[in-house]
Structure formats: C-alpha cells, structure tokens
C-alpha cells in the first residue's frame, strides 16, 4: 500500500497561487481561483505564506462527523475521497477540519475537497520554490511491517524497555545480512547472545568483554574483508561499553578506520547490573551510584557527548537515533549501512523505566519527548557535514523531559534551568557545525 | 460477559469501531429499536425533500456488525436495565447480560402538544419513519407552518422555500436560533428567509390549531390572532432524551445522563454516550447536554475505549453549530452570550456580515459568525486550543481569515519541524507532518500525556 500525500513547507511559500490556479484549472476548467482545493494566504504581518488543503489525515475528523458517511479514507492509496451523491452539504466537516481543508459550495449544497488528482497532484509542478512536494510516508511503515525481527521473541527484557525496541527496530532494517556482537549489557542478559547453544538472535552473534567490542568485532570485519564477502558488522554496545571502559578500543578502531557498524545503545547508565552512573549519565541523574541523600544529590559531572566526539575522529558517518521518530530512525540505519569507507557511530536513545524511575507505558512518550525538547537533538554527520534531522522550530522546555521521570525529582529550580542552559549550549554547538543560523 | 450497547447511530457506532479497533477479540451485543443500517437524524431532511435517496441516508452500510464482529439485535427495544444484577431487558423480555454497557439511545422529539392539535396532525423528524411520512405529506403541501425555529425548523424552512410552499415559522423565544445564534446574528439570518417569503412569529404565545372544513389543513393562531393555514405542520421544539430507560435504577440523571470525562454514569461499568448523555462542559467542567453529531462521535469513542480498558478522558462538551441557508454559511463554536468578566469583542456588522468573538482572561470561549470569510474549523480549533489570543485582538479584526490560517500553519509546523520522507524524485525531503499533523491539534484527546 503506498500513501503519498502533499507536503507543505509554509516557510519556502512565496504566495505565488500558481498551485490555487492549477487545481482550479483541473478542476473546474476555469481560472476562478475561489474554486481551487488548495488556497495560498499570504500573510505579511506574519511573513509568513501558505497553502490551506486536505491532508488526507491518518484518521480524519471530516469523515467522523460527516452523517451520511459521504467522506472516506481509501484504504489502498490513503485519498480521503468524497462522495458526491451522499453528500447533503450539512458543513459539519467544515467545521470538524482543523486545518481549513473541506469548503462549502454553496450553490450546489455540498462540499467540496482535493482529491490528490487520484494521484498525480496538479498543484505540484508548478511550484518553484519547492513549498509543496508529494511524499511517500507509508514505504517505511510497509517496509517494517514486512521485515522479519531479528531477535526471537520472548527475550526477558523489562516491560517498556527503550532498549529492547531500539535493537529490534535498527536489526528489522539491517536485515540478515549481519554478524552482531553483544557486549555485556543488558541485550547480553536477557538472552540475545544466549545460553550454551542456543541464541536468541537469528542471526550470527557473538559476546566480547565490555572493553573490546570494537577490537573483536574489527577482527571479524578483517576476516570477512579479506575473503571478500559482503557482511555488515554491527556492534550492540551499552553505553558504559561505549564511552567508558570501551571507549579506548572504539577511538582506535575509528582513527583506523575500520568499517564496523558501531550502535551505542544509551539509556544513561550501568543498568545491566543494577543502575550505577556511566560516562553518560546525566549531570544531576539519580543511580545507585551517584543517589540522593545528604551528601550528593545525584551526579555531579555533565555527560560526555559521545556522538560528537567520534564525528572529532574524521569518521565518515555519526548520527543520533530515537525509535520515536521511525523515519528518522530508519533513514539513518540505511545511511549506515551504505558506508564503506570507515567506521559508523550510531547512538540510540534508549529510555529505561527501571533505571529511569517512570512507566513502562511512557517510554515512548518520553523518547518523543526528549527530542520535542533538544535534551536528545536529532542529527547527523556525513562526512564531515553537519545537519540537524529534526529542527525543533518552537521546542519545548526540558522541565517537561525532567518532570517525567523519577531519576530527576530531586532537582531544585536552579538545577532544572542549568539543565536548560546546558541543552541550549549544546545545540548552539550544533548549530554551528551545521552552519544554522 | 461482554460489552453491550444499547442505540444504532453516531455515538453507537463510534463505540463498536473503537471496541474493533483497541480490542478486535472482543465482540460486543448492539440492541437497537430499528432493525436498519445506522443513519443520523441530520440527514433526514435532506431525504423527506428528495435530495438524497435511502440508500445514501445510512452512513454504515448493514456489514457494520459482522466487520466489527458485533452481534446485532435490531429490530429489538431495550426496555430496562438492571445494573446490580448486569443485564439490559428487552421488549420480549429478551435479558442481555454485559459486562460494560453503554447508553447511547439518543433522544426522541418533543410531543406536538397544543389545543386543537390532535394526535398525528403535527409531524416531528427524527427518524426515518418520521422522514418517510413527511416525504409523503410535501407532495401534496402548499402550506407550511413549523413550530421552533431551531436549526432543524430553519433547515425545514430552506427545504419548504426550495419546493415554493408558503412557509410560516412560529418560535416562542425573542429570535430564531436562540441556541446557536445571538441577536445580532438570527436577525441577519432572518432577514434572508423573510425576503424570500417566510413570515415568521417570534415572542409567540398561545399557539393554538383550529380546524378548516378541509381536511389536514388547520389554522394556526398566535396569541389568539389567526396567521393563517397550514397544511403541514412540523413540530421541531428540540428533543427530549431517553432518560426514561434508566428509571428505577441508582444511574443519575439531571437533564440527560449524567457521565465524567470517562463517559462513565455514577455506576461503575456502564457509559452513556451522544444525545442521551449530559458530559462535562469544556470550559466549566459542569455537566451539559450537547446533543450535536461531533459531541456523539467524540463522546461514542471515549465510551468505547473506556468499555475496554484503552484509557480515553472525552476534552469536555464544545458547543459548535453550523447552517447553511442559500449559498450562505452562519456557525458558532462555544459561547455565544458573554457572562460575567467576559470580553466580547464584534468584528464586524453590517446588514449582511457578521462576527464576534468571546475571551475570557484572554482565552477564545466562543464565536459567532455570519458569512464572514474564516474557516470554521479552524476557528474551532484556536477555542479548543485554549491558547491566549488577548494580544492578537486586533488581528481578529483586520484580518481573521489570514489570522487564523497562519495560525495553524505555525501550529503544525512548531515542535515538530520537517520531517523525512521520499519525494516523487526519490531523494530524501523534509516535509511537514501532515498526516500525523493532526497529534498537534486534536478535537479529541484520547491518551493521558
């Protein structure tokens, strides 16, 4: 099934209406730009233009509230399709669109909405600017549906584990064409390498020590290399494998440049034996390790930013991952995978209700979160060039990310805006490498 | 034990596809009076006069219940409910056991009552019964005369103009659509209908009916002065809810079924939903009936999640009203009267246009608008949003249609930024987030963030 709908970027709108004059020339033969599905505003006194028109909402409101059931969503190409003859131009729907898409025609008394020109969108080529483009955002959804899981089920991971979604996901997408080392880590415990003769991968998996991942798996990589088979090494690290005790192996591996898929797995801590404080844990985190009581209330140093110290080695692919934002997530594992000419640093957010004290039916919301409000910014650097995948144009205060968990209620007022202010540091830092205004 | 749901339209149906869609195992009973696909009582004016025909009425055709795997009682009533024993009795003394009901038995017309008015000579339209009658009566009616002029009367109104019958309105309150529409806006709207011929009698008292050596046609009579004939009467005064199904239990009722944010009653397990239910206000939180097709499907939904334990809180009741008469468009989405503090702000008025807007501490709790260029959705959604426009007054009144279309750009486009996708030439773009656009702006919050 493939959806494709209009994509709008108001920003790159010069309110031109050359989209309004070629839906109404489709659609009515004439120039009357009152009759066009999509209507161009151009608003000055906000600098800002932009078209109006049917989104063709996953769920749409106008197909709720519509009391004939004249409003549908085609099942196979997405198009929220009205039909004519049920139509009694009631305008509830009118009244249901939030984003202004269905409009009265009076003299007929009906409505009347874009149709996506079954397909092949009129309003599209005429736009210069590029505001409008027609995407395809069904393809990955489809693409995972029908990926097999790598991993078998019924692993011990803890209920709403950020970690064990994480690994599933990016593994769906490398597929089986890969040799996976686990280092020891919560993925290591709850049966992924496995017991005896038995794993819990589909795939080929082996358990290094937690300071060697990169080394061994370079061993491996070399191997392959040299017989000339095509495999994709990847690397399943926690973060304490990562920027800690492994960190010396990973710095060597990718000043070499060895072409292994590294994934740095972060959920903030030593979980696996029992919550204690790591390299990236964040300043102020509660663990075992670093509690809350009267001499020390939680960790006292800030988190090392392991992402952009291995972009410092020159290697040719870094990027931040969260399962929140699925496109993102998956686009960058392909981009991963195309990399031949050094090693890849991939670092996947991953929520951890027991070591992050909140509820396992959060662990989603809180992964959204932490993007919605830069405390994890989305980005990448392809060879050297620095782009922020997810600009949050009007984020949200990081006091929402901290409130939702149990591992910072301890934080005063004052910590809470030192935490913002090292998050707004840290994205000024981005933003220069990305050359952002 | 399963769940059961007594009613066949909006907020009926919102419930099975929320239970098929949230739990699809599970296999709900549906009792339901007519033994018909689901329709809505909206549509039935436009049936009586012929502009759609029945097989476009239903807005579900009649495999709704095998697709939602529900097991279908039409055609049967539901007489009385037994909460402590849980089960519902039918007419034929049929008893359903559930192990979560919801009421969404809707509410039936009011009575025609007034002297000289005998049983049958006035009709209402609320069924398709009622529409099919009436469809029978327009044939032969040269004269109309309604009684109410709320939507439904001024929609019948329309429909009696288009056949060129000499139409009459009789309403008891000050102006015409007092419900949806103040003063200032029924007298614009009024004006309208009287240019095409419609007379209307507002203040009216003392109706009464007397009878014409014709049969079916009556005189009608305002405060004991004759207005004329009628050969059609049509008694549209509101409706009455079907309270009468929860008599002799602990369910609470006021003037519909009392329900919180869940759609729960006051005994655990059983929900009311749509026309029958009194939900809590969206501003105030208090209970109110809105008996509206977008409150049912809302209100049917949360009952269905909640019925299966897929936690859903209803936003709370926003009245939003919205008529089409002769190429023109009136609506209103929350308050239409300010109350005590608040600030009512007119944007326009002249003889043909108006507009005004209701804050309370800076926060939109209502508008009105009368062929004022502005898209009503949107409109909805800057009061749902509950956001502070106290600084943007001005630019309600200069420009509200451009106002608020950038305004919900912004709000799609904030927080969020572009997002990745493959574009027609296959490179890879940001875009907005159009599909899933609509978590920034939700009509209806269904998960406790």
Redesign the interface.
């Known amino acids: 099934m493939a959806e494709s709908i209009l994509s709008i970027d108001p920003r790159k709108c010069t309110g031109c209406k050359l989209c309004d004059l070629a839906c109404a020339r489709e659609k009515t033969g004439t120039g009357n730009l009152e009759r066009s599905c999509i209507k161009t505003t151009l608003s000055p006194a906000d600098q800002l233009n932009g078209p109006i028109v049917c989104l063709h909402c996953q769920e749409p409101e106008c197909a709720k509230v519509c009391p004939t059931g004249a409003l549908v969503k085609n099942p196979e190409n997405g198009i929220v399709a009205m039909e004519e003859a049920k139509c009694i131009g009631c305008l509830l729907c009118t009244m249901a669109c939030p984003y202004g898409g269905i409009y009265p025609d009076g003299d007929a008394q009906k409505v009347y909405k874009c149709d996506l020109c079954g397909g092949h969108p009129r309003c599209l080529s005429p736009c210069e600017p590029e505001a409008l483009d027609f995407v395809d955002l069904t393809k990955d959804y489809a693409a995972l549906a029908v990926s097999e899981d790598m991993l078998y089920p019924g692993l011990s991971f803890c209920p709403g584990c950020g970690l064990e979604l994480s690994v599933r996901m990016a593994l769906k997408v490398i597929g089986p064409n890969a040799i996976i080392s686990v280092a020891p880590s919560c993925t290591a415990a709850c049966g992924v390498s496995g017991f005896q003769d038995t794993t819990g991968s589909k795939i080929p998996v082996f358990y290094p020590l937690l300071t060697n991942s990169a080394s061994m798996l370079t061993g491996v990589k070399r191997h392959f290399q040299r017989r000339n088979v095509q495999v994709h090494t990847v690397a399943i690290v926690g973060d304490g494998g990562t920027a800690d005790v492994g960190f010396q192996s990973l710095s060597g591996a990718a000043e070499r440049g060895e072409n292994i898929l590294y994934i740095c797995f972060n959920n903030e801590g030593y979980m696996n034996t029992g919550i204690q404080r790591s390299g990236t844990t964040p300043k102020g985190a509660w663990t075992t390790t670093t509690p809350v009581g009267r001499s020390m209330k939680g960790k006292k140093q800030r988190a090392k930013n392991i992402p952009l110290l291995m972009a410092m080695h020159g290697v040719p692919y870094v990027a931040t991952l969260n399962f929140a934002y699925p496109e993102d997530f998956l686009a960058k594992i392909r981009r991963a995978m195309e990399i031949k000419d050094g090693l890849i640093y991939l670092e996947a957010f991953a929520p951890c209700p027991v070591g992050w004290k909140h509820k396992a039916e959060r662990t989603i919301e809180i992964a959204r979160l932490a993007v919605q409000t830069d405390f994890f910014p989305l980005w990448e650097a392809d060879h050297g060039v620095f782009r922020i995948t997810r600009p949050m144009e009007n984020r949200r205060s990081v006091k929402k990310y901290l409130e939702s968990m149990g591992k910072y209620s301890h934080l005063e007022p004052g910590e809470i805006e030192e935490v913002q202010a090292g998050v707004d540091e840290n994205l000024k830092l981005l933003k220069k490498l990305a050359d952002r205004p | 034990m399963r769940p059961v749901i007594i009613g066949n339209s909006?907020a009926a149906i919102?419930a099975v596809e929320a239970i098929h869609q949230y739990a699809p195992e599970v296999s709900p009973v549906l009792i339901a009076q007519e033994a018909l696909p689901p329709?809505?009582p909206?549509?039935l004016?436009?049936l009586a006069e012929g502009?759609?025909q029945e097989k476009?009425?239903?807005?579900?055709d009649a495999g709704v219940y095998r697709r939602n795997h529900v097991e279908e009682k039409l055609g049967k009533r539901a007489m009385g409910i037994y909460p402590r024993e849980r089960f519902v009795i039918l007419e034929n003394g049929e008893q359903i056991p559930f192990s979560k009901l919801l009421i969404a038995a809707g509410a039936r017309p009011k009575r025609p009552e007034a002297p000289g008015l005998g049983d049958g000579e006035a009709l209402t339209l609320r069924s398709i019964e009622d529409a099919r009658r009436l469809a029978m009566r327009l044939k032969a009616s040269r004269e109309a005369c309604i009684v109410g002029a709320g939507l439904i009367g001024m929609e019948l109104a329309q429909a009696f103009l288009a056949k060129g019958m000499a139409t009459k309105v009789v309403e008891i309150m000050p102006h015409i659509i007092p419900a949806s529409f103040d003063r200032a806006a029924a007298l614009i709207i009024q004006r309208v209908f009287e240019e095409r011929g419609v007379r209307f009698f507002l203040n009216a008292s003392d109706l009464s009916f007397q009878s014409r050596n014709q049969s079916g046609v009556k005189q009608v009579s305002v405060g004991g002065t004759s207005v004329g004939n009628a050969d059609v009467i049509l008694w549209t005064t509101g409706i009455s809810p079907r309270i009468d199904l929860v008599g002799g239990t602990l369910i609470r009722v006021h003037r519909g079924i009392w329900v919180n944010q869940k759609m729960e009653t006051s005994v655990a397990g059983i929900y009311a939903a749509g026309d029958i239910a009194e939900a809590p206000d969206f501003f105030s939180g208090e209970p109110a009936m809105n008996p509206i097709?977008?409150a049912a499907?809302?209100q049917g939904?949360v009952a269905g999640m909640n019925m299966i334990g897929q936690e859903a809180e209803f936003p709370g009741n926003l009245k939003?009203n919205?008529f089409?008469y002769?190429?023109?468009?009136a609506?209103s989405?929350g308050e239409i009267v300010p109350s005590m503090g608040d600030e009512e702000v007119v944007i326009r008025h002249t003889a043909q246009e108006y507009g005004k807007i209701l804050l309370r501490s800076g926060k939109l709790t209502g508008g009105v608008f009368v062929n004022l260029d502005v898209?009503?959705?949107?409109f909805?959604?800057m009061v749902a949003s509950r956001e502070d426009f106290s600084s943007s007054k001005r630019?309600f009144m200069?420009?509200i249609?451009?106002?608020?279309?950038?305004w919900?750009?912004?709000r799609?486009?904030?927080?969020?930024?572009?997002?990745?996708?493959?574009?027609?030439t296959g490179r890879?773009?940001?875009?907005?987030d159009?599909?899933?656009?609509?978590a920034t702006?939700p009509?209806q919050q269904e998960h406790k963030?």
Not at chain 2, 56 to 60: A, D, H, P
Not at chain 2, 326 to 329: D, E, L, S, T, Y
Not at chain 2, 401 to 406: A, Q, T
Not at chain 2, 412 to 422: L, M, S
């Open positions: 909006t919102a329709y809505s909206t549509a004016i436009a502009r759609i476009e009425l239903f807005f579900r097709l977008p499907a809302a939904r939003m919205i089409a002769f190429g023109r468009v609506f989405v898209e009503p959705g949107i909805r959604a630019r200069e420009d249609r451009s106002f608020s279309r950038v919900m750009m912004r799609r486009t904030e927080g969020v930024g572009p997002r990745e996708g493959f574009s027609r890879r773009v940001p875009g907005n159009a599909g899933l656009a609509q702006l009509i963030t």
